[in-house]
Antibody
Framework: EVQLVESGGGLVQPGGSLRLSCAAS????????MNWVRQAPGKGLEWVSY????????YYADSVKGRFTISRDNAKKSLYLQMNSLRAEDTAVYYC?????????????WGQGTLVTVSS | SYVLTQPPSVSVAPGKTARITCGGN??????VHWYQQKPGQAPVLVIYYDTDRPSGIPERFSGSNSGNTATLTISRVEAGDEADYYC???????????FGTGTKVTVL
């Protein structure tokens, strides 16, 4: 069974940093492209970042580019999101999501999410 | 950047048909995917590649895509279909994934 479990969320002050993790199991992690998607309270889904299976290709949403860094450790079957210079508008539930097809590009599996709150 | 527009809400009586639109410039040239999200839960894929259903998704869910509008259709609506629905595409011009604004489906 495919499982994605996020961790690392919490309360952080504006300007602070936080590192999210996503532990994968039930599939060959190194074969799949991965993403982070977030959802602010009461708002819609917003794609945050993408990383290829090898880690060699990375994309970011304009809203986080230069502040967030996505990475992965295939040996540990884990995905990460380093978040720096956090702002109040970064407050959201952060989901890791597995990309199902390089050509069709849809998210077939999602974790349950981890809440990040940026507040003083 | 590419924008996907959905109606904020759709209301439907049980047993009737709900249609949720997703508007985007020439969206018919892209592959559209749909997600269902119930309160407090992660999104679940219900339609991919415009019309395909993942295993476990009822046949009552169907999709179409042409011109500037993609549509998710839920036939014989049940109380359990009450949720938020989001469309999604890949915008190759910006290397960005894009979600629609979301539609809340209310079953009367």
């Amino acid at each position: 069974e495919v499982q994605l479990v996020e961790s690392g969320g919490g309360l952080v002050q504006p300007g602070g940093s936080l590192r999210l993790s996503c532990a994968a199991s039930g599939f060959t992690f190194s074969s799949y492209e991965m993403n982070w998607v977030r959802q602010a309270p009461g708002k819609g889904l917003e794609w945050v970042s993408y990383i290829s299976s090898s880690g060699g290709i990375i994309y970011y949403a304009d809203s986080v580019k230069g502040r967030f860094t996505i990475s992965r450790d295939n040996a540990k079957k884990s995905l990460y999101l380093q978040m720096n210079s956090l702002r109040a508008e970064d407050t959201a539930v952060y989901y890791c999501a597995r990309l199902e097809s390089t050509t069709l590009r849809y998210f077939g599996y999602w974790g349950q999410g981890t809440l990040v709150t940026v507040s003083s | 950047s590419y924008v996907l527009t959905q109606p904020p809400s759709v209301s439907v009586a049980p047993g009737k048909t709900a249609r949720i639109t997703c508007g985007g410039n020439n969206i018919g040239s892209k592959s559209v995917h749909w997600y269902q999200q119930k309160p407090g839960q992660a999104p679940v894929l219900v339609i991919y590649y415009d019309t395909d259903r993942p295993s476990g998704i009822p046949e009552r869910f169907s999709g179409s895509n042409s011109g500037n509008t993609a549509t998710l259709t839920i036939s014989r609506v049940e109380a359990g279909d009450e949720a938020d629905y989001y469309c999604q595409v890949w915008d190759s011009s910006s290397d960005h994934y894009v979600f629609g604004t979301g539609t809340k489906v209310t079953v009367l």
